[in-house]
């Protein structure tokens, strides 16, 4: 498994031929099972009960279905029936962005997404707030599609090291341990290039790809991007040449 938050976080921009991320290690709590590698703020002090540690680890992608509101926001993980009380850690990117999603005559009603996160689950719960599971620390969005648009929590983890795609003209491209992956509408509809070589620099991840008919570059930078037709949320950017034709677009991370 590669870690893309070590990757691209240093100054948060990674790239990967399709994606990257990565978070500088925090103090291991005793006993806790693994470290966490969260630097987001802690909750305000005297807001969580200190138990037992997160069972998860942070570099774990956490999916499941985000109710964001005013008042109190939510966190079901796929797979799931109870809730998890969600403190946001991020600067309120999920509610900013998908601001037009909600019914201006259902105000009162939160904004629901499927979201693939990093974060820290636990069973603390600040005091008045009974009846959830625990607690879900947002400490950055990956990916985010108003709840229905997509498969979400129906679809299988995906198995990539991470993939990315564009519109006008369509493509895609998926990277995994073995090969880099290659699509689009017109021909060669696909291209499959095994070993692809991998480059890191500050904030970025290079893939570069070739064989004896083809050459494919793709860079992965950490910088929020908004697909220009389905209106998803990536949390990095990517910018891709197949023999020298330039494609831009969004990333998300897989494994």
Known sequence: MRDWRGMLLSPCAVLLTVAGCSRAPAPEAPAAPETSLSQA???????LAATEPPAESGLAIKRGIAKIAAERSTFLPCGEQRELLMIDQTDGVLARTFAGEKDPNAADQPLKLY???YGERTT???AGEPGFAGTFL???ALYAAPDGQTRGCDAPPGDYIVAARGNEPFWGVEVTDAALL???PEEPKEISIAAPQIQNSEGAVRYTAANEA???EVLIEA???VDDMSGEYFAYAARASLDGKQYTGCARVGK
């Open 41 to 47: 703020p802690n909750a305000p002090a005297g807001t």
């Open 115 to 117: 979201i693939e996160a």
């Open 124 to 126: 603390d719960l600040p």
């Open 138 to 140: 947002l400490e950055e």
């Open 182 to 184: 290659w699509r689009q």
């Open 214 to 216: 083809h050459k494919i």
């Open 223 to 225: 910088q929020a991007c």
